[in-house]
């Protein structure tokens, strides 16, 4: 009798991180049943062997069907913008709870994977990162016996990304704003890097149970001077430093977190946010993971920037 592949339940499929992670399941053999608010946009972005279970977060039917009959959830569906504790919480903390309860139902619960964020080591900075923290603390509370991990990735770069790609394309053309202050450091991953720690997990038997950081391999992260030389050694062309004064920042990101108060608007830049920017250490640690899953990541800085196409402005 012929064996079906194991079934994986993906939350956040048709973003950056999860569409990576889809990808790399179906190509590993796994079957991907995914949850996805249109399922219109998620076939026109999604492998078509992914199964699609429209719904939300919101409800519980729609996650009950989602992990039905899984061996795994990899929980990648998150809010990155908004203004007060409570938005942030509603999909960060309360999803992150149906979800589990949810897999927790089954006859035999899968194992549980939970993605993260670094902004999670200091949740006193914005309410996003104490929604990542808080949302790793109801995981460990409502996993009960099934195994359990979260990831804390730092930034995130790579094809498809929204984030730091704009960053990159205005280096390209000779600027790099700085915002955080001298000294800063912070550690990066390329997505592809991410993805197979995820399917590596999936692969190995169950490993100690807790919240693991993540980075490209560096000790001790980047400064900015370094992704500048990342960036011309991919380019050619030397950025040239600009430092933007937190004051430059704290106007616009007041602006928008009262507008987000009045309007039916969800900006990504608030004073929680510059908080985020502006803090010295995003640098993470490695060992953990290593020790425990044998995952190593193989992409640095500039390799990653080199398979990154969309952002120096010579036809990539």
């Known amino acids: 009798m012929t064996e079906h592949p194991p079934t994986v339940a993906l939350t956040g499929a048709s973003g950056f991180i999860g569409g990576r992670i889809a990808r790399k399941l179906c190509s590993a053999g796994f079957r991907v049943r995914a949850l996805v608010r249109s399922p219109a946009r998620a076939t026109r972005l999604l492998q078509p062997e992914v199964t699609l279970v429209p719904g939300s977060l919101e409800r519980l039917e729609s996650l009950r069907e989602l992990v039905r009959g899984c061996s795994a959830v990899i929980h990648c569906a998150g809010a990155v913008r908004g203004v007060t504790q409570a938005q942030f919480d509603q999909v960060n903390v309360k999803g992150v709870q149906r979800i589990a309860r949810a897999a ?111 980075h490209d391999g ?77 995952w190593t990541p193989r992409t640095d800085l500039r390799e990653g920037l080199q398979l990154t196409p969309g952002w120096r402005h010579d036809g990539d």
């Open 104 to 214: 927790r139902e089954q006859s035999h619960p899968p194992r549980f994977l939970a993605l993260s964020s670094l902004a999670a080591r200091e949740p006193g900075l914005s309410p996003y990162a104490a929604s990542k923290r808080r949302g790793e603390e109801a995981l460990a509370e409502c996993a009960a016996d099934m195994p359990w991990m979260a990831l804390r990735p730092p930034a995130v770069y790579g094809p498809g990304d929204r984030e730091l790609l704009p960053l990159f394309r205005i280096m390209a053309r000779g600027l790099a704003p700085l915002v955080a202050p001298p000294g800063a450091r912070f550690s990066v991953i390329y997505v592809d890097d991410l993805a197979d720690a995820v399917l590596q997990w999936l692969q190995r038997e169950p490993v100690a149970e807790g919240v693991y950081e993540l």
């Open 218 to 294: 560096r000790p001790g992260g980047y400064g900015w001077d370094d992704v500048i030389e990342a960036v011309e050694a991919v380019t050619g062309r030397r950025a040239r430093p600009l430092r933007i004064p937190r004051a430059l920042l704290q106007l616009p990101a007041l602006v928008n977190w009262a507008a987000g108060r009045l309007l039916p608007y969800a900006p990504m830049l608030t004073p929680g946010k510059v908080r985020e920017l502006r803090h010295r250490d995003w640098v993470a640690d490695n060992r953990a993971i290593t020790a425990n899953l044998g």
